[in-house]
């Protein structure tokens, strides 16, 4: 009896080291797991940047030109508003205040922002209305953004700057010019007054006057009220956006999430 007594002793005396150093060694696994955790860094999520330098956009037309260049709007409606009266599809009728008169029938084709900016004045008044010339603008910057959304911005203002100098350069075109360069005089004409001498006219300003502040320039259009509304209905902002945006931070968070795990899961010895 005594002899079992001693045996069972002894067994409870080992099972109990073996538990003490089960318990030791889980405590220094702990000790480094709580190490693993309070010194490690998750890295940091690196948003790259789409643009690619040099890199221009070539494709914008003279509009979009213009508008990333900062021209007063002024200045390029008024340009329009010229080459529309040239072609014989507008007569303006006033410049302060400004009313302008669509020539019925007049045969010939318009282009998009044409048309947009002819649908952006009251047929009744001759006035322009500020909701169709917002339109027209927030089509220009959704195009912009579209065409130059990696583009080395500097370098693309670089580029149409130069063009815009030859166009003034060129001087006007000779009696019978193709409508195409009358249009080309006319931006010229119109960026030469505003880069160089911060030069109106009367047209100019007269619909500087139609319009509101906020519609003053391209950098003040794009930090407005209504071009923010905007970027959340024009698709062409948006889904670039959050194209951009979701696969840059799936990516991140997806490299940063797989490190901490196992960083903290694998190196820290759990299971």
Partial sequence: ?????????????????????????????????RWEGDEWVPPKIQLASFRKTGKIAENLDYIEAGFLLG?????????????LESLGVVRVESTEPFVVRRIPDAPIKLTEYQDLLLQAVDPQSGKLIHAG????????????????????????????EKKFAALYSAGAPASGAQPADQGQYYWGQHYWMYSHHNETQPLTTGIQQALPPAFSDYSTFMSSAACYSGCFVHSACHD???????SACHSACHSACHSACHSACVSGGAH
């Fill in 71 to 83: 021209m007063p709007v002024s200045h390029i409606l008024s340009a329009m508003f010229q080459i």
């Fill in 1 to 33: 009896m005594v002899l079992i007594f001693a045996g069972l002793v002894i067994v409870a005396l080992v099972i109990g080291a073996a538990k003490h150093r089960s318990m030791l060694k889980a405590a220094d696994g702990l000790d480094a797991i």
């Fill in 240 to 246: 670039a956006c959050h194209s951009a945006c979701h």
């Fill in 133 to 160: 010339v917002e339109h027209f603008m927030q089509k220009v910057v959704d195009a912009i953004q579209s065409k130059a959304w990696d583009c080395d911005l500097e370098a693309t203002k670089a580029f149409y």
